[in-house]
């Protein structure tokens, strides 16, 4: 998969957890820049994530990722 | 079956599984054990709140094996209901020393899916013993009706030195279950509310192996003995258990806990299991209110053997003899038997020809079931909803009494469709899983047994001797009379209240009011000297019929205001009310009471008693908006009627 295609499917998870449709994520998007995206829906975003590319993030990694970039290499890096 | 996804994936190489990954089962593994209705479909249309039927479509919805973002989803929506257009309200507090916020979504869809629209509360990290003490707190002002107590191992016992000498053991068990005890004694003095127990979820790895039970200081064995004293406690203290740590060992305890998020978040039940808690839990809540099922039915092709009877004969038919898929239906048939001796009533709904459907249980080698095991035996060509009705008439049973097995699936869909109340389990294709499903469904939970429940089978099959008992008797005086029946009735009889509390909540029929008590409810209007609880038994020549009456009553000044009268349909047409009025005038009298004042309240279901009190005359003393009546009977001008039953006072 590509980063795109990994980055829309990532904008569908975010956008079921928080509720908003309207959630547009690029590479750079941080959490703070989303409303909704607050602790809890943070981990539900990563059980999302998880559940959605059948793989498991490690907990170091997790607490470097900065932006959806991070996130999006992760996944790819499986 | 109850695959762990979590555990899978990662024997399968990334290569693999990019191509896999579409396919792969995103939904939860703990939920498809359940009888959850499968997957949505992709394009599945969300109702919106200005939806007429909101509310019975979101239940709908809540029925499938959700995936975790569309618990999410259907979350949101069911906080738009209106509070009338939901079913039953209910208060739920968690008390934790973990985060549990997360939980909350998962239960009100579970919620939805059991009719039930509940309001979660859960308090800040940590601070589960001051809510309870401070009057001011969230938790105060909230008032539950329900409080579940989930706490994790590590808060119970702490990450200190290993126990090592019996005392110190001792020490530590003691500690941790006096501090859940304190909790639930608070709650319970605080609220008078009902309360759940979740056991301790078994995170702790051994530090032997097979032979921890030599440590019995390590944590695996500690967590293991102080989940067999919450059991043990449970029925003496009347609290109900939530078995989580029977769930992680059915499913992996890695489908219920993920590590990493209990050191993040200190989350110890998954997000991921966030639907199969409140399946759990919403199965606990479903048993302390007695909405739990009486009777299992059961389809006979291809359900309680294999093929069928009419084209394949008794030859044909798989039935045991050693096959996988005759074992299956012979150790299914084991499992049906088990719970009718536990007190569950079988009935039999077949398409057939009925000397064909009887066959097998006259003269197969290998059947477990016999035809006296099944208490209502319907085979013809009629449509199976309509012997359904026929069968939850027979038995005098509500509708929503009855989980009906079928292996074909247009059957279950023909059912649930023109039925809704009747409980429908998506049964999985290979009939070795159906044991477990009917049992992860919890149709059948029940929070205490009681004697009745044992018996309850035997007083349904000698009810049908009483049926042609009467069909023989050539006058209805004449059969009375040889029924040799005694009324035994107690006031405030505590021991048996659980099954008093049992039908107050089962009873949907003969039911004045139709109002709802839990336990604790119930004990404390037997402990009040200004109400009445009066429980009646019925015995006749033919056996016990348990407890099969119940009328509460308030004291107001010199009258008694009837709150509640319900009875077992079991018991109909014999003079049972006349001599329950009876006894209820007398015993009001003793209180100083001149008048009773009873009230009819219609439901959809009652409507065989709206001239209960007419019938005993009672006169009518006015009507209230939405059907219903208010009755009123002077003690002075009342004698007791000449009846065929005895009637003896059970000394507590």
């Known amino acids: 998969m590509t980063d795109d295609e990994i980055l829309s499917k990532v904008t569908a998870v975010v956008r079921d957890v928080v509720g908003d449709d309207s959630v547009v994520l690029t590479m750079d998007t941080s959490a703070q820049d989303v409303p909704g995206w607050d602790s809890m829906a943070h981990i539900n975003i990563i059980v999302a994530l998880e559940h959605e590319f059948g793989m498991k993030f490690k907990t170091a990694s997790l607490e470097e990722a900065k932006n959806t970039g991070d996130l999006v290499h992760l996944i790819k890096a499986g | 079956m109850p695959q762990s996804f979590l555990e899978n994936r990662h024997e399968i190489s990334p290569a693999v599984r990019s191509k896999l990954s579409p396919t792969l089962p995103h939904g939860l593994p703990v939920v498809s054990r359940l009888d959850f209705l499968p997957r949505l479909k992709p394009q ?28 999410l989803k259907l979350d949101r929506l069911i906080a738009k209901i209106s509070p009338q257009a939901a079913g039953l309200k209910l208060k739920l507090a968690i008390l934790s020393s973990a985060t549990t916020e997360h939980l909350a979504a998962g239960l009100r869809v579970a919620g939805a899916r059991h009719n039930m629209a509940i309001e979660v509360y859960t308090h800040a990290y940590g601070s589960a013993l001051q809510e309870l003490n401070d009057p001011e707190s969230g938790l105060a002002a909230f008032h539950p009706d329900v409080v579940l107590i989930a706490f ?6 702490g990450s200190g030195a290993l126990a090592k000498t019996p005392g110190s053991i001792r020490d530590n068990l003691a500690f941790a279950s006096r501090m859940l005890q304190n909790l639930r004694e608070l709650a319970f003095e605080k609220f008078g509310c009902a309360i759940i127990q979740q056991t301790i979820l078994p995170t702790q790895p051994p530090l032997v192996g097979n032979h921890e039970f030599q440590l019995p200081g390590a944590p695996a064995c500690l967590t293991a003995e102080l ?41 110890e039940i998954t997000p991921a299991a966030g639907l199969a808690y409140g399946e759990m839990v919403l199965q606990v809540i479903d048993a302390q209110r007695g909405r739990t099922a009486k009777c299992l039915v059961l389809d006979l092709d291809n359900t309680l053997w294999g093929g069928v009877i009419g084209d394949d004969g008794l030859d044909g038919i798989s039935l045991g003899q050693g096959s996988g898929v005759g074992e299956s239906f012979v150790a299914f048939q084991t499992y049906a038997k088990h719970l009718s001796e536990r007190g569950i009533i079988l009935a039999v709904c077949s398409k057939n020809d009925e000397e064909n459907a009887l066959l097998p249980f006259q003269k197969h080698p290998e ?48 059912v649930r469709d023109a039925i809704p109340e009747i409980r429908v389990p998506e049964l999985p294709e290979d009939p070795s899983f159906w044991p477990e499903t009917l049992a992860a469904a919890g149709y059948f939970e029940s929070i205490s047994l009681t004697a009745d429940d044992f018996s309850r089978v035997a007083q349904y099959r000698l009810n049908a001797e009483r049926e042609n008992l009467k069909s023989s008797s050539s006058n209805i005086d004449d059969y009375l009379r040889n029924l040799q029946m005694e009324l035994k009735w107690a006031a405030a009889d505590l021991v048996n209240v659980e099954r008093i509390t049992q039908l107050i909540n089962k009873t949907n029929q003969f039911n004045l009011t139709t ?49 509640s009268w319900l009875m077992s349909c079991r018991v109909l047409g014999r003079g049972v009310e006349k001599a329950t009025l009876g006894v209820l005038a007398a015993k009001a009298a003793a209180l100083g009471v001149r008048q009773l004042r009873g009230r009819y309240v219609p439901t959809d279901k009652n409507k065989m008693v709206a001239e209960h009190y007419e019938n005993l005359g009672f006169v009518a003393a006015g009507e209230n908006i939405g059907g219903e009546t208010l009755w009123s009977l002077d003690l002075a001008e009342y004698t007791m009627p000449d009846l065929f039953i005895r009637l003896t006072q059970v000394e507590q």
């Open chain 2, 367 to 414: 059947m477990v079931l016999r035809r006296e095991d099944i208490s209502s035996f319907v085979a013809n060509w009629t449509d199976k909803a309509s012997n359904l009705r026929t069968i939850a008439k027979h038995l005098n049973i509500g509708l929503d009494a009855l989980v009906f097995c079928d292996d074909n699936p247009f059957e279950r869909e023909q």
């Open chain 2, 515 to 563: 109002k709802r008590y839990d336990l604790a409810q119930v004990q404390s209007m037997m402990t009040n000297p200004d109400s009445l609880v009066l429980s009646f038994r019925l015995l006749d020549r033919l056996g016990d019929n348990g407890i099969i009456c119940i009328v509460i009553g308030h004291k107001s000044g010199e009258e008694l205001l009837i709150d």
């Open chain 2, 44 to 71: 599945t249309i969300f109702p919106q709140p200005e939806d007429p039927e909101f509310w019975s479509k979101l239940r709908h919805i809540a029925g499938h094996q959700l995936r975790f973002t569309e618990v």
């Open chain 2, 227 to 267: 989940n067999e004293t919450l059991r043990q406690q449970s029925i003496d203290q009347k609290f109900a258990i939530l078995a989580i740590d029977e769930a992680a060992a059915a499913d992996g305890l890695a489908a219920w806990h993920d590590r990493a998020l209990w050191h993040r978040a200190k989350q």
């Open chain 2, 152 to 157: 994790p191992y590590p808060h119970l016992f």
